[in-house]
């Protein structure tokens, strides 16, 4: 199975992508099969329960929300963030909802009360996964039509109980990948084997999907949205949706930091500023439910673009601009194929070391390629960056991805940038291997206790007064 840049760069909306767009994305495709069903036209309601961490922190994330969403037939990274809040104060008065139906038929209209027909279950999690639904549509006298579980697998990755049950869960296509690698030491492997390096290995295999320069015009489009969501979280003012009251920062310090613009030379540590800064935009626009990009989740969304915008802005790459974008993007993405296939990127599973630990380790070797480094180097990069993030929980207050998750970003953004700079001042040998700390944080995610995993019943979520 190869799991493309795709599926792990997915343009999407927040707050989450395990409690939001991978709940839109499985309502939809349950809206879908029930569409083809001999007895669609007999459907009177539609039902969603939510159990373990979605039933736990769902609300804060508007889980409700995108399930709804998903019924009607859309999709994270199409559906138009300005018309939701219309939409549902529609659905809210009316209490009628159209699921979505083929081309050329017409959807059916049926009842619909989020608070009647979306269930959570706080402490009672499925046996697959934390993150579990199940979904029926019933008839009119209450018999069910159809049915079928689906998990939500963290960066908006989704499957249904049987596929889950299958050797290989992930949500990707099967192709004759020319170079597949399940570790670090066999990517490593092949690419001192090929004299290449790591970012024109995932290329390669890339391109057995599409055309080069489709993906190439992807990989832009990736970019230009994770730059439109840095100046929508600059541009944006007040305070975010859910009751803790938090007001958006990214406004006023980039106020500051312009009128700072000239004293920069004597203080070279304004330009992390800039980094938090980036940063902080992103996740604020991601806890406001604006458009985003999952990198490797909706939680972690700010890292990457953080340290990205940094390298364009204050680095320099042996490489052409546009190249050197594209390396450090196919960089990140091998990267988080490893966390993916041997470990998780879902908070819900493993803690925010999956999430943050996971986007931190990802953006330190992408950055560690984008300055010209090896190999051998970018994975030492990786491997630090996941290593002083391991035992990371997931805490957020009041079940929002706002405390700590904004400001974490922004600490995860430095870290990433100074794994990479430690990395190339060494020549890549290292004593900690980027696949045994991958290893450790997998242990680690497991021997942590739930709460400390995207419940909120642990951590600063218990300990922080919510006002």
């Not at 999690?125 to 006298?141: K, R, T, W």
């Not at 803690?351 to 180097?377: D, F, I, K, N, R």
Request: hydrophobic share 35%; proline share 5%.
């Amino acid at each position: 199975m190869h799991i493309s840049i795709l599926d792990l760069f997915s343009i999407g909306i927040g707050p989450s992508s395990s409690h939001t767009v991978g709940p839109m994305k499985a309502a939809c495709a349950f809206t879908k099969q029930l569409a083809e069903h001999p007895r669609y036209s007999d459907v009177t309601t539609v039902r969603c329960n939510l159990y373990g961490s979605l039933a736990a922190t769902g609300k804060g994330h508007g889980t409700g929300t995108a399930l709804i969403f998903g019924f009607m037939g859309e999709m994270p990274d199409t559906i138009d963030v300005a018309t939701m809040d219309q939409r549902i104060a529609n659905l809210k008065e009316t209490q009628k909802l159209t699921l979505s139906a083929p081309a050329g038929r017409a959807g059916k209209e049926i009842h619909f009360s989020e608070q009647e027909h979306i269930d959570y279950h706080r402490l009672q999690p499925l046996p697959l996964h934390p993150n579990g639904m199940h979904f029926y549509a019933s008839d009119v006298e209450g018999n069910i039509v159809h049915e079928e579980i689906y998990y939500s697998l963290g960066g908006g990755f989704i499957s249904t109980e049987s596929e889950l049950k299958t050797p290989a869960p992930h949500q990707s296509v099967t192709v004759d990948c020319p170079h597949p690698f399940d570790c670090g030491d066999d990517l490593l492997e092949q690419c001192q084997g090929m004299h290449c390096s790591i970012s024109e290995l995932m290329l390669a295999n890339e391109n057995a999907l599409r055309p080069e320069k489709e993906t190439r015009r992807m990989l832009n489009n990736i970019w230009n949205t994770m730059q439109q969501c840095v100046q929508n979280g600059i541009s944006n003012t007040g305070t975010l949706p859910g009751g803790l009251k938090v007001k958006r920062r990214a406004h006023n310090l980039h106020q500051k930091l312009l009128q700072r613009g000239e004293a920069l030379p004597a203080d070279p540590l304004s330009i992390l500023d800039w980094v938090g800064l980036y940063a902080l935009a992103v996740n604020e626009e991601n806890a406001g439910g604006g458009r985003v990009v999952t990198a490797p989740t909706n939680g972690a969304a700010g890292i990457i673009p953080a340290v990205l915008h940094y390298a364009t802005r204050f680095a320099s790459s042996p490489f052409k601009e546009e190249d050197a974008i594209h390396r450090f993007l196919l960089t990140a993405a091998a990267i988080a194929v490893l966390y993916k296939k041997n470990a998780s990127i879902s908070g819900a599973d493993v803690g925010c070391q999956g999430e943050v630990g996971v986007a931190c380790s990802m953006a330190a070797g992408a950055l560690t390629e984008y300055l010209g480094g090896t190999p051998a180097q970018v994975e030492c990069a990786a491997e630090i960056g996941m290593e002083h993030n391991l035992g990371l929980t997931c805490d957020p207050v009041g079940g929002l991805v706002q405390i700590p998750c904004i400001e974490r970003n922004a600490m995860g953004s430095v870290k990433a940038i100074k794994a990479s700079r430690m990395a190339l001042n060494g020549d890549g040998s290292h004593f900690v291997s980027l696949d045994k700390v991958i290893k450790t944080m997998w242990d680690t995610g497991k021997d942590m206790q739930e709460k400390y995993k995207e419940t909120s019943r642990g951590g600063l979520a218990v300990n922080v007064v919510e006002c």
